[in-house]
């Protein structure tokens, strides 16, 4: 069976190119940005509070 | 064997022969077409022109259309970890991955200044990846590699392969008709290797086009002159074209 040849097609290269541009100017995923830009004070305020020791029964 | 290193040294050349068959090219070409920060773009653009006027469909075997969407997914990453860079505050409590994001930064930079198209190796690729997982865990890596290399790039990949005219050769071990002249076997590919000292996939289109009825090579690598000038045995109507 022969398969269809595939021909350049004019300006394809430079479309692909801009396509390409475009997708690599977006923004990075939020969730991502926010964990890395944790701070440690952030990190610590995150974590939950450890039991007081006064509660205890 | 001609070495073509114009646009209308290639349009002569065009001129004089029917290139049936359609041309060769290797991923310095493929690479070339894609990114606007490669030195070669506008060049491998006014190729692919003349290609699409004169109906010359390209042709690369199944290693190059490998290494072409290897290079396309590390560019990609490249950029996404430079955009991630830019708005990482210098606070952040995961040094490593800062220090990772901030040596690509800087190589691209550095790369950008000797106008040449810089992207992670595989070892780096695997080393933020490492370094992200740690971090904030392997979903927000797949997050991150699905904004700027996913589904939305790959899934579209058959399209962008017709709309570039490529064609992709799987080659049988002394494989002849249609496309070659003599049988093309893995022990000469092996040999072109250790002659000329250069890497499989370029030993292998090297072979591929000695042994081909191909008249026309494109490519960016300069590597391809000493290699068919020393030792490879072509026809006289065949010809490589120098970006």
């Known amino acids: ?57 | 064997m001609k070495f073509l290193r114009t646009l209308t040294e290639l349009t002569a050349f065009l001129e004089q022969h029917r290139l049936e068959l359609g041309c060769l090219a290797d991923t310095s070409f493929l690479y070339a077409l894609s990114y606007q920060d490669d030195r070669l773009y506008s060049r491998a653009n006014d190729v692919s022109d003349i290609l699409a006027e004169t109906n010359i469909p390209i042709y690369t075997n199944v290693i190059g259309r490998v290494e072409f969407i290897d290079l396309i997914f590390r560019k990609q990453i490249t950029f996404g970890a430079i955009e991630l860079f830019a708005t990482l505050s210098t606070n952040s409590t995961h040094r490593d991955v800062y220090n990772l994001l901030k040596n690509i930064r800087d190589q691209d930079t550095a790369h950008r200044r000797d106008c040449q198209s810089f992207k992670i190796s595989e070892g780096r690729l695997k080393d933020l990846r490492t370094a992200i997982e740690n971090a904030v865990g392997p979903l927000n890596w797949r997050q991150f590699c699905g904004q700027y290399a996913g589904s939305k790039l790959f899934s579209e990949w058959q399209i962008i392969e017709q709309e570039l005219g490529l064609n992709f050769i799987e080659i049988l071990e002394g494989q002849v008709a249609p496309f070659f002249k003599e049988p093309v076997t893995w022990s000469d590919m092996v040999q072109v290797m250790s002659d000329q000292g250069i890497r499989a996939p370029d030993a292998m289109i090297a072979n591929l086009f000695a042994k081909s009825k191909f008249k026309l090579l494109v490519t960016g690598d300069k590597d391809f002159e000493a290699c068919f000038s020393n030792s490879l045995h072509t026809q006289e109507d065949q010809a490589i074209l120098f970006l």
């Open chain 1, 1 to 57: 069976m022969n398969k269809k040849v595939n021909i350049p097609q004019k300006d394809a290269g430079r479309k692909w190119a801009q396509r390409l541009k475009e997708l690599s100017q977006q923004r990075p995923p939020q969730d991502l940005v926010d964990k890395l830009n944790q701070t440690e004070d952030k990190a610590k305020v995150a974590k939950p509070a450890a039991p007081q020791k006064a509660l205890e029964v």
